[in-house]
């Protein structure tokens, strides 16, 4: 049985092995935080090429920068992983072909009854500009009389025939191949853009997937530099501390083997578990050595007895806590404390049902309790923390843009204000379904006449009730009659007879709006997909908040979906913080009945602390947050263990060390670029430093 420990950690090595294909770690904040109906549409917003835009700018409009435009269209072209690149403000000819067979139903008709004087007036203008004019001018034969007419549509800002960027340069605008779930394809596309534009000096480019690459990257780093060194870290405490190569063999090999445990069924079984919650799991797992210390120093390991009630109860309030936490709605937390429910759980009965089979020698030096000359009363104590605490609820700001606390990419964040400032038109996606196509048509031409400027397919295509209109109208009116009328006057004027033979003749059978085949569109970026019976669509409008005021119609861009959940996400940890404090403060005071009080001191005084020094100089994100309940489930052990104890002095020492710990697996992520992580280490260094003090002066 004294290799069991070792053989635990073999078997889930070779589970690991196993499972490899199977593990999914995501390093995408939005997936920790959005709820799953938002990251659904983001999905189907994909799919309609939200997001696979990449824009490259080339600074400037002179000769260089024109033969530099045209040289990467080719570089571009070239590319597999791109599906089109314009340059050009040129419609397609299908797009030309649509306005040609549909102009009659797009264009405002006139039909007021022309009078004999108008239509001669009207004609005698052509007749005249086509006799006297130097540059031959064609006139229209199927609307001479100007009874149909376009609207005009607000043109780009543009440099000639070319595409530009406010006055930054011209602008290609490409579309790529890329979903943001294909990592390994944005990599490689990602590289292949960066490999081209070393060799332009005067182009640079910018799209979403940049972020998810080097964003992926950092965290990856940062997340392997933070285990590595808290890895490292504690190995040297637990030397120094228990000074025993086999022990701390064993004891390392537990946190090892929880830590992998954890892993292996979160990554298995969580979709898209977040390598950020796997950084912060492991560092959890860390807190586990309380209960290797309680029975280490209290001589449980070598006694006939096979439970430890003080212990015990420390375990049930953390699993309680962590275990109400792994159901809240915000992915993250619920990941973090899934997590740490299977690392404690799985470190808890190793070290409670295994270790006392591995033979481990008893702790010989016996270490007395340092004895402080100052020491203050748990009730002043207790004073004391609700001021804190009373300061702290008063002057705490809250930062509730989970966008925040991802790592800041400086870098891309300038180039994205770059290229959205440069845009003089200033236009948010949005998502848009119906059941229907019609119903689809409805909101967006509901949405333009609230945003004038707004861009989709209402800009194009008109509704179908309006189209049936038109052609009633058109029915209606007699242009046979004006056919005849238009002949002989035009004949009278001075027009050879039979001119215009065929004009109007035709306008009554202009084709049915339902006919429209709406892919034409793609090539301006506008696309529909049908999903389950819905239709979908995306719109570019200049108010996101309005826009979603109407039915059916969503954000889908990640700075509104953040603003969008950040309460949800705030009343959701209130909530769920609420219902852990009810049911861990009723087992404290189960486990500790008369001492309650006491044992209230060592959750009250960090608390109250960490929570001042936040509110003083720094702005509480839902991290810090989610902390400040993980630091109560810490507090609550060692209140129980100072409570409960009946060796005082063991009892103290394995505090003190637990704390060592503690601090050292999250102190680490202090060093850490990214919010999230650099936000937990905060609050739980505070914490534990505020739990050392209280060991050493509270009587």
Not at 82 to 94: D, F, G, M, N, T
Request: charged share 20%; aromatic share 12%.
């Amino acid at each position: 049985m004294k290799y069991a420990n070792y053989l635990v950690l073999v078997v889930l090595l070779l589970a690991g092995v196993l499972l490899k294909d199977s593990i999914h770690i995501s390093t995408n904040l939005l997936s920790l935080f959005a709820s799953k109906e938002s990251l659904e549409k983001l999905r189907i917003a994909n799919k309609l090429g939200y997001s696979k835009e990449m824009l490259v700018l080339v600074k400037g409009f002179d000769k260089t920068s024109k033969k530099t435009l045209k040289a990467l269209v080719k570089e571009f072209k070239n590319l597999d992983e791109i599906q089109a690149v314009s340059y050009k403000l040129r419609p397609s000819k299908e797009i030309q072909k649509y306005y040609k067979d549909y102009h009659l139903l797009l264009a405002d008709f006139d039909n007021t009854e022309l009078s004999e004087d108008i239509l001669r007036e009207k004609l005698q203008k052509l007749y005249d500009g086509l006799s006297s004019s130097v540059v031959y001018r064609p006139i229209d034969k199927h609307d001479p009389l100007k009874l149909f007419t376009m609207k005009e549509k607000e043109i780009p800002t543009h440099k000639g025939k070319y595409i530009t960027l406010g006055k930054e340069g011209y602008l290609l605008k490409i579309t790529t191949k890329i979903e943001p779930s294909q990592m390994d394809e944005a990599r490689t596309l990602y590289t292949k853009v960066n490999a081209i534009l070393q060799n332009y000096p005067q182009a640079i480019a910018f799209a979403p997937f940049f972020y998810s690459v080097e964003n992926s990257a950092k965290i990856k780093g940062d997340v392997q530099f933070i285990i590595a060194l808290s890895t490292v870290i504690l190995l040297l405490i637990y030397l120094v501390m228990l000074r025993d190569i086999k022990l701390l063999s064993h004891t390392f090999t537990v946190l090892v083997s929880s830590m992998l445990f954890a892993t292996l069924v979160c990554t298995t079984l969580v979709e898209n578990f977040g390598v950020l919650s796997l950084a912060f799991g492991t560092t959890l797992t860390a807190v586990s050595i309380d209960y290797f210390f309680h029975y280490y120093f209290h001589g449980f390991y070598q006694s006939k007895k096979r439970f430890d009630s003080s212990v015990f109860y420390g375990f049930i309030t953390t699993i309680v806590a962590f275990g109400i936490f792994a159901l809240i709605p915000v992915a993250m937390i619920a990941q973090i404390s899934l997590f740490a429910l299977l690392s404690l759980s799985f470190a808890y009965l190793l070290f409670t049902f295994l270790f006392p089979y591995l033979e481990i020698k008893p702790y010989r030096t016996v270490m007395v309790a340092s004895k402080s000359t100052f020491k203050i009363s748990s009730t002043f104590v207790s004073i004391i923390s609700l001021l804190l605490l009373t300061y702290g609820v008063l002057t705490i700001n809250f930062d509730t843009n989970v966008r925040n606390l991802d790592y800041q990419n400086l870098k891309l964040q300038k180039l994205q204000t770059l290229f959205s400032e440069a845009n003089t038109h200033k236009l948010y996606p949005v998502i848009v379904q119906a059941q229907t196509k019609e119903g689809l048509l409805d909101t967006l031409h509901f949405l333009q006449k609230r945003q004038s400027k707004s861009v989709s397919f209402s800009n194009f295509i008109p509704k179908n009730h309006t189209c049936l209109k038109k052609k009633e109208l058109l029915k209606n009116y007699d242009f046979l009659v004006l056919n005849t009328r238009l002949n002989e006057v035009a004949t009278r004027v001075g027009f050879k007879e039979g001119y215009f033979k065929n004009t109007y003749l035709g306008v009554q059978n202009s084709p049915d709006c339902t006919l429209i085949d709406w892919s034409i569109f793609s090539s301006i970026g506008l696309n529909i997909i049908k999903q389950e019976d819905t239709f979908y669509t995306i719109a570019l409008v200049e108010d996101i908040k309005d826009a979603i005021r109407i039915d059916n119609i969503e954000p889908i861009d990640v700075a509104s979906i953040f603003s969008r959940v950040a309460k949800d996400m705030l009343d959701n940890i209130l909530l769920y913080s609420l219902a852990v404090l009810i049911v861990v403060f009723g087992l404290l005071l189960l486990s500790v009945r008369s001492r309650f009080f006491y044992a209230l001191n060592y959750i009250l005084f960090p608390l109250g602390l960490t929570l001042a020094v936040l509110s003083t100089f720094y702005e509480l994100n839902i991290m810090h947050l989610f902390s400040l309940i993980i630091l109560i489930a810490i507090g609550i052990d060692y209140g129980i263990y100072m409570s409960k104890s009946k060796k005082l002095s063991s009892t103290t020492l394995a505090i003190k060390y637990s704390l060592l710990s503690t601090f050292a697996a999250f102190g680490v992520l202090l060093f850490s670029s990214i919010t999230a992580l650099n936000s937990i280490g905060l609050v739980i260094s505070l914490g534990v430093s505020a739990l050392f003090i209280l060991t050493k002066v509270m009587r």
